[in-house]
């Protein structure tokens, strides 16, 4: 993989050229982050160092890992909903077997979110 290209701009100051770039003011660890925002995070530091650097440097990280969050639990929800269209949940008194079932379809659902949500590079 080669080096990011960084869409970077630049002022002058005392004649050398520096780039626009700014450290978000808050840390990571005061902004609330939902689970998959957690995971995306995690997942962006440990194995895209270069973007988790890039997307901190120019203060879009946060706001970008609140985005992921959002969209997985829209996916989430609108998944879970689906599959249970298509496989409705079993017409039973027996609780462990609906939960079971339940169970089944939102880990399905959340593997697919996984995959197509939180395991991309921003």
């Not at 626009?20 to 902004?31: F, K, L, T, V």
């Not at 689970?35 to 997942?43: D, K, N, W």
């Not at 609108?78 to 939102?106: G, V």
Request: hydrophobic fraction near 35%.
């Amino acid at each position: 993989m080669g080096k990011p290209k960084l869409n970077l701009s630049y002022h002058e100051q005392d004649g050398v050229l520096l780039p626009n770039i700014r450290i978000s003011d808050q840390p990571e660890d005061e902004q609330s982050l939902g689970r998959y925002g957690r995971m995306a995070l995690a997942y962006l530091r440990e194995n895209h160092p270069e973007r988790y650097a890039v997307l901190k440097m120019d203060g879009t990280l946060m706001k970008t890992m609140h985005q992921v969050q959002r969209d997985a639990l829209e996916r989430m929800e609108h998944l879970t909903q689906q599959m249970l269209l298509d496989d409705p949940m079993p017409e039973t008194e027996d609780l462990l077997e609906r939960a079971r079932h339940w169970n089944d379809l939102k880990s399905m659902a959340e593997e697919i979110v996984l995959q197509t949500i939180i395991f991309l590079v921003r």
